[in-house]
Structures are given as C-alpha cells and as structure tokens.
C-alpha cells in the first residue's frame, strides 16, 4: 500500500527478530533461502502465535 516502506537487512534472524518485536509487520524473502536459515526464526514466531508461509507465484 501507499503507507508501506521496505527496510532492506541482512541476516534472516535479525528479520525474523524484527516480526517477533512487532517493529515490522512481514518479511518478505525474494530469493531460494534454506530451511536451516529461518528454523530459529520460524521457532521464534511460532511461539509468539505467528507463522511462515512459503508464497509460490507463476507468472
């Protein structure tokens, strides 16, 4: 949306911390990225209610 702004950063805990904190509302990973890379993350948001999807768009 208009209100939107996408914060660039690396490290896929550090985004998944910033979701977890509530500072950001989605993280959005454009490229393949392994299940071991968001394990922790995923541990992290799963216990605070949340959850990872795994969007697959074909164009």
């Known amino acids: 949306g208009e209100n939107s702004e996408i914060i660039y950063a690396g490290g896929s805990g550090y985004k998944s911390l910033e979701v977890a904190s509530g500072n950001v509302t989605a993280y959005i990973h454009k490229t393949a990225i392994s299940?071991?890379?968001?394990?922790?993350?995923?541990?992290?948001?799963?216990?605070?209610g949340g959850t990872f999807k795994t969007l697959r768009i074909n164009i």
């Open 35 to 48: 299940k071991w890379d968001v394990c922790a993350g995923d541990a992290v948001i799963a216990s605070l």
